[in-house]
């Protein structure tokens, strides 16, 4: 569905037309940008508060900077709705997130105006900062460079890591504080504090307006004006903060806080930034959600809220007529209430995703059990190790694609010490509309390759519920537990627990010729394809392996010894994953059968809804049985039992 844009908007098609009004209509540009945003957003769901919050940042930064000359790098790519509007893709706006529209994050390929590729958070300082230096290299002295972002990615340790190289390189780097207290869920943290106190000090910021006008008259004062005036206002800043400021004594020359929605002076202040040299940082205070009431007053709920009533703020749900299967996540967050009621030692962590990952549960009904870290995965998997050393039985809840920046310490910290920490990674497989950087493709490879680790995944809610009960039993030792994102298979989820057999699957039918070997939630399109095929006198028998690590050897010595096709059914990459370990299983015993691999393929998968990418990447129900059918023979008499 297409959107009308507003009078001033509808002529924008690129930073250039932009530079064509008066700062005086930087205002009604804004006002039409932030209702463009939530007229197509509203009907076709995407990411939400974050891009209302930068919607006057954003046109100003357009305004002032020389992009795509100057280099501009968003962080995460939340907030770069207004960004991507404004850059020559307002026509295709509508197809946001959708299968083969254009992406919810900035992609280098789809833009030369989004420089860096991004998705997941804390890398725009880094990448800004190389882009800098390469300029430098080749002498290109008037380019700019500039970094948004957000306070709560400033939790990550890697943003840390960019300012404190930034400070010594005295590169033309501006890095923009977008500080609105949030993330997904509230901030967390000193650094939330230390920030809080600078926005609140009446004495710096009436100091701040003052040192504004020193600066404006530096050229006046000399060739060492900078140099006098910096530590001036550096001994200031600290006295009327109490505190050394934070940023400065990375060496970075600090601004504000200013009012990120003052589009004018925005622009102005961005304007004059570009004439001071060195490492920057403009600190803006924004509001996630600006101008739309319901998104300022419930932030979390407004992050991604899906279609909505842009009138009345009814968000759209599905009315179903049946009970329906709960979610993954909600199932591990009411689980881990169950757990921790009868474990005491039990405590639950997350790197700020405690609505995402349905931690939130547990964080409100024993808040001194559960722990939001912050952006920080690392520290969220060595503080978990640590919590494991003495003798606490921590649940360590993280995003698989997220998990991927934490590896060193699951192998360091975590396997090698033995400890139990129970490593629960939610989305894992393709997650849909957030693509290539949000698929939880590689968890399976990646895991299955470190000793000590248990690996596994849930073919429905009750494995689910059964393995996390597993995880916590005494000496577990290290522990793996993959789950998608979305709906499980059983509305009557909530059975008493089990302890499972680690490394115990299960054989769901017998069959015959065909053996479809599955892991995790991807089992049920095997259940629904075999119902399918038994109705055309093709029997498939069907083995839910349920551990990656370790495997089953006796079920699959079974499978090889009574199966000539054995067909692998995973989601997650082909390259290494269950199907390579079946392979590695059958060389190392000397079988041989023809073994057929579904499963993600060695390429980037975009984003769309998951249902289009398991077919695009045939592990789907169809392709489950075009795969059975190219190699069962069809039998006439009815005596399989299904």
Not at 103 to 109: E, L, R, W, Y
């Amino acid at each position: 569905m297409q959107v009308k844009a507003g009078p001033l908007l509808s002529k924008i098609n690129y930073p250039a037309d932009l530079k064509q009004y008066s700062e005086a209509d930087l205002e009604q540009i804004s006002q039409e940008l932030r209702q463009y945003i939530i007229d197509v957003v509203s009907v076709n769901g995407g990411h939400f508060g974050a891009s209302l919050g930068v919607v006057e940042l954003t046109v100003a930064l357009h305004y002032a900077l020389n992009t795509p000359y100057d280099k501009l790098v968003w962080d995460v790519g939340h907030q770069a709705y207004g960004h991507k509007i404004l850059t020559g893709r307002r026509e295709l706006f509508h197809t946001n997130r959708i299968y083969k529209g254009i992406s919810g994050f900035p992609k280098i390929s789809e833009s030369e105006y989004d420089t860096f590729g991004v998705g997941h958070s804390s890398t725009s300082i880094s990448a800004a900062l190389g882009m800098a230096v390469a300029s430098q290299i080749k002498g290109e002295k008037d380019r700019q460079h500039v970094a948004v972002i957000g306070d709560g990615a400033m939790t990550a340790g890697l943003a840390f890591e960019g300012l404190n190289h930034a400070g010594i390189e005295n590169s033309n780097v501006l890095v923009i504080l977008n500080d609105n207290c949030m993330s997904i869920d509230p901030n967390v943290g000193a650094l939330k504090e230390y920030l809080t106190n600078i926005t609140t000090s009446k004495s710096y910021n009436r100091f701040r307006d003052d040192i504004s006008n020193v600066l404006a008259g530096l050229s006046k004062l000399g060739p060492n004006a900078h140099k006098y005036v910096k530590k001036i206002e550096k001994s200031i800043k600290g006295t009327l903060l109490k505190q050394s400021n934070l940023f400065e004594s990375l060496n970075f020359r600090y601004f504000g806080p200013v009012d990120g929605h003052d589009v004018k002076r925005l622009a102005a202040i961005i304007k004059d930034l570009k004439d001071i040299p060195g490492p920057k940082l403009l600190h803006c205070v924004t509001v996630k959600g600006k101008g739309f009431a319901l998104a300022e007053k419930d932030q979390t709920k407004w992050h991604a809220p899906g279609l909505f009533d842009k009138i009345t703020g009814e968000i759209k749900k599905s009315v179903q007529d049946k009970p329906q299967a709960p979610k993954y996540q909600d199932v591990f967050g009411h689980t881990m209430v169950e757990l921790a009621e009868a474990n005491d030692k039990i405590v639950g962590i997350t790197p700020a995703m405690p609505s995402g990952s349905s931690l939130n549960i547990m964080m409100k009904a024993m808040p001194t059990r559960a722990f939001d870290v912050g952006i920080a995965e690392q520290h969220a998997v060595t503080f978990s190790a640590g919590l494991a050393a003495q003798g606490l039985v921590p649940f360590c809840n993280i995003y698989s694609s997220f998990m991927q920046r934490a590896y060193d310490q699951v192998i360091h910290d975590v396997a090698i010490q033995k400890l139990n920490v129970v490593f629960c990674l939610d989305r894992a497989g393709l997650a849909g509309a957030d693509g290539a950087t949000h698929h939880g493709a590689y968890d399976i490879a990646f895991m299955r390759c470190i000793p000590n680790l248990v690996v596994s995944s849930p073919m429905n809610e009750e494995e689910l519920r059964n393995l996390m009960f597993t995880a916590q039993q005494e000496n577990a030792g290290p522990f793996v537990i993959r789950y998608p994102r979305g709906n499980g298979v059983m509305p009557d989820w909530k059975r008493p627990f089990k302890t499972l057999e680690i490394g115990k699957g299960r054989k769901i039918c017998d069959g015959e010729e065909v053996a479809l070997l599955t892991i995790g939630h991807v089992g049920n399109f095997a259940v629904e394809a075999r119902a399918e095929l038994n109705s055309e006198g093709i029997y498939p028998a069907h083995y839910d392996l349920r551990f990656v690590k370790p495997l089953d050897e006796q079920m699959l010595h079974e499978v090889f010894s009574k199966y000539k096709h054995i067909i692998t059914v995973e989601d997650g990459t082909l390259q290494g994953g269950v199907g390579s370990a079946i392979l590695e299983f059958m060389a190392d015993n000397s079988y041989n059968a023809n073994v057929i691999r579904l499963g993600i393929p060695d390429q980037f998968i975009d984003h769309g809804e998951q249902a289009e990418l398991w077919a695009e990447c045939g592990y789907d129900k169809a392709s489950i049985i075009e795969a059975v059918r190219k190699v069962a023979i069809k039998r006439t008499t009815n005596t399989m039992v299904g």
